[in-house]
């Protein structure tokens, strides 16, 4: 059944003028700000300025706090977004697990939820959004309910082509390919959706949210199930003509025996899975599940780990030197669905493999380990809406 909720107000369905855009984008990035220092910044009249932060603060999108006293004149009063100002859901689909997240205006999480299934179907994703979003709805007052401003949606693009590598029903799978994700999750939700690339999406979550805060420009390298990437230039998630920029997951490397294979056949989080596995033949599945899904640890299986980190590192290696090459991107961040310590040791690997490679012509980069793992993408999804809505990218 399709999720019920209030219809948006329309404090969320007007336009947005470019000052206004200004002075929110100004309180999102600085935080709490007296009107007249925001006159100064937008380079509006102080009774312009007065005027949009009045008008704002009616519609609920910001609030003032207590008036601060400095050494001449009247106190001043910082403005500062609402948190409850705007609401947006974001959703991660992945192949073993998606994720979905309540977001405020400021960019906290409000809420979170998790289902993990052996491989992701339409049907499944439409009633696990609309559930989930109806959990959301409930846990929040009549007013708040109006201001969800949209779902943004984080998916691999092509998913029919996993049906090799997930074991799924093939007409469960293909289903995808005449799938039009926009339209279906528009038409349950009743909100406005954004679709964008999973790793494109994790690449932006991670630059909002997480270690590459206040890094305007780097290569990003998501290693999940499979391996995709991102590219950000003056903080800007750039994508290109296609939406094919930082597809990291296309780019030749050579493989051990010789052959040049797209990066996605040779570094993957399915390959040790599928090794994993392998071991694993007669443990029950409770304890395979453990090992796979839940703990994450792996600790059972820590010499198939350490033969697939290291093969894995020299692969991603390859990648990264190719978006340094292009791009002249100075730090490429690497997270994934991996433990921690796995993935900590996995940068640790990569960035000693570049310093052995021939970088003649280039800047090595620095390699750094993301924070966010897998709800990065979620959390880039949910901000899509709020951008579109009332500020500028």
């Given at each position: 059944?399709?999720?019920?909720?209030?219809?948006?107000?329309?404090?969320?369905?007007?336009?947005?003028?470019?000052?206004?855009?200004?002075?929110?984008?100004?309180?999102?990035?600085?935080?709490?700000?007296?009107?007249?220092?925001?006159?100064?910044?937008?380079?509006?009249?102080?009774?312009?300025?007065?005027?949009?932060?009045?008008?704002?603060?009616?519609?609920?999108?910001?609030?003032?706090?207590?008036?601060?006293?400095?050494?001449?004149?009247?106190?001043?009063?910082?403005?500062?977004?609402?948190?409850?100002?705007?609401?947006?859901?974001?959703?991660?689909?992945?192949?073993?697990?998606?994720?979905?997240?309540?977001?405020?205006?400021?960019g906290q999480v409000r809420s979170q939820i998790t289902t993990r299934h052996a491989y992701p179907t339409p049907e499944r994703t439409l009633a696990f959004v609309s559930d989930g979003i109806a959990q959301f709805a409930a846990r929040l007052t009549p007013d708040q309910q109006k201001r969800i401003v949209g779902l943004g949606v984080?998916?691999?693009?092509?998913?029919?082509?996993?049906?090799?590598?997930?074991?799924?029903?093939?007409?469960?799978?293909?289903?995808?390919?005449?799938?039009?994700?926009?339209?279906?999750?528009?038409?349950?939700?009743?909100?406005?959706?954004?679709?964008?690339?999973?790793?494109?999406?994790?690449?932006?979550?991670?630059?909002?949210?997480?270690?590459?805060?206040?890094?305007?420009?780097?290569?990003?390298?998501?290693?999940?199930?499979?391996?995709?990437?991102?590219?950000?230039?003056?903080?800007?998630?750039?994508?290109?003509?296609?939406?094919?920029?930082?597809?990291i997951a296309s780019i030749p490397v050579p493989r051990q025996d010789g052959k040049v294979v797209q990066l996605l056949e040779v570094a993957s989080g399915y390959e040790l899975e599928r090794r994993i596995d392998q071991r694993s033949k007669g443990a029950s599945k409770r304890i395979l599940d453990a090992a796979l899904h839940r703990d994450r640890?792996?600790?059972?299986?820590?010499?198939?780990?350490?033969?697939?980190?290291?093969?894995?590192?020299?692969?991603?290696?390859y990648g990264a030197i190719a978006l340094v090459a292009i791009l002249d991107v100075p730090a490429i961040i690497i997270d994934g669905s991996l433990p921690a310590a796995l993935r900590d040791r996995m940068v640790a690997a990569v960035a000693e493999r570049i310093g052995g490679l021939d970088t003649r012509g280039i800047s090595p980069p620095q390699v750094m380990a993301g924070r966010l793992g897998t709800t990065a993408c979620a959390l880039g999804a949910a901000y899509q809406p709020i951008v579109a809505r009332y500020l500028i990218e």
């Amino acid at each position: 059944m399709p999720t019920t909720l209030a219809p948006l107000s329309e404090v969320s369905t007007r336009n947005y003028s470019a000052n206004e855009r200004a002075i929110l984008n100004l309180l999102r990035l600085g935080g709490p700000t007296p009107s007249a220092e925001l006159a100064r910044l937008t380079g509006l009249s102080a009774q312009s300025a007065s005027v949009i932060t009045r008008g704002l603060e009616a519609e609920g999108l910001v609030r003032r706090g207590d008036p601060v006293k400095g050494r001449v004149g009247k106190p001043s009063t910082p403005i500062g977004l609402d948190p409850s100002g705007a609401f947006s859901v974001g959703l991660r689909l992945g192949r073993r697990q998606s994720d979905l997240v309540l977001m405020d205006f400021v960019g906290q999480v409000r809420s979170q939820i998790t289902t993990r299934h052996a491989y992701p179907t339409p049907e499944r994703t439409l009633a696990f959004v609309s559930d989930g979003i109806a959990q959301f709805a409930a846990r929040l007052t009549p007013d708040q309910q109006k201001r969800i401003v949209g779902l943004g949606v984080g998916m691999p693009f092509d998913l029919w082509s996993w049906l090799d590598r997930v074991g799924g029903q093939e007409h469960e799978m293909l289903a995808w390919k005449e799938f039009d994700a926009e339209a279906a999750l528009s038409e349950r939700t009743g909100l406005p959706v954004y679709v964008g690339n999973d790793s494109s999406l994790a690449c932006y979550g991670e630059h909002l949210f997480g270690a590459a805060t206040g890094t305007p420009d780097f290569g990003y390298i998501y290693l999940g199930a499979f391996v995709g990437g991102g590219v950000m230039l003056d903080s800007r998630l750039y994508s290109g003509p296609g939406g094919n920029a930082g597809a990291i997951a296309s780019i030749p490397v050579p493989r051990q025996d010789g052959k040049v294979v797209q990066l996605l056949e040779v570094a993957s989080g399915y390959e040790l899975e599928r090794r994993i596995d392998q071991r694993s033949k007669g443990a029950s599945k409770r304890i395979l599940d453990a090992a796979l899904h839940r703990d994450r640890s792996w600790q059972e299986f820590e010499d198939i780990c350490d033969q697939w980190l290291e093969e894995v590192a020299g692969y991603l290696a390859y990648g990264a030197i190719a978006l340094v090459a292009i791009l002249d991107v100075p730090a490429i961040i690497i997270d994934g669905s991996l433990p921690a310590a796995l993935r900590d040791r996995m940068v640790a690997a990569v960035a000693e493999r570049i310093g052995g490679l021939d970088t003649r012509g280039i800047s090595p980069p620095q390699v750094m380990a993301g924070r966010l793992g897998t709800t990065a993408c979620a959390l880039g999804a949910a901000y899509q809406p709020i951008v579109a809505r009332y500020l500028i990218e």
